[in-house]
């Protein structure tokens, strides 16, 4: 059992920058590929971006690319979501999720939340103009 935790949301200013943070415990987490995900209010959740399980290859949403980066430590149990360039349509609840990577992760770079095992609660992002 992997237990998942958030942390780093807030109110920030558009152009702004936050990075968010998502400690494993239970088990470790180097043997499973990790994601980011959000969810406005009244939309699905939606993919943010996805890492490997050694970090080697990351993807990214078209409307996060060149904004935000994704990184793990694994020592540490821990991966990261670094977020620039805000805006206010980045406003959700961002939620971090672990997934045995396995060929349906690689088909769909980690894009798909069905194929994800464990969810963290969520930590709200808040951009405003």
């Known amino acids: 059992q992997v237990q998942l935790v958030e942390s780093g949301g807030g109110l920030v200013q558009a152009g702004g920058s936050l990075r968010l943070s998502c400690a494993a415990s239970?088990?470790?987490?180097?043997?499973?590929?990790m994601g980011w995900f959000r969810q406005a209010p009244g939309k699905e959740r939606e993919f943010v971006a996805s890492i490997t399980s050694t970090g080697g290859i990351t993807y990214y949403a078209d409307s996060v690319k060149g904004r935000f980066t994704i990184s793990r430590d694994n020592a540490k149990n821990a991966v990261y979501l670094q977020m620039n360039s805000l805006r206010p349509d980045d406003t959700a609840v961002y939620y971090c999720?672990?997934?045995?990577?396995?060929?349906?992760?690689?088909?769909?770079?980690?894009?798909?939340?069905?194929?994800?095992?464990?969810w963290g609660q969520g930590t709200q992002v808040t951009v405003s103009s």
């Open positions: 239970g088990r470790t987490t180097s043997n499973y590929a």
């Open positions: 999720a672990a997934a045995r990577a396995g060929t349906s992760w690689y088909s769909t770079r980690g894009s798909d939340r069905a194929i994800y095992d464990y």
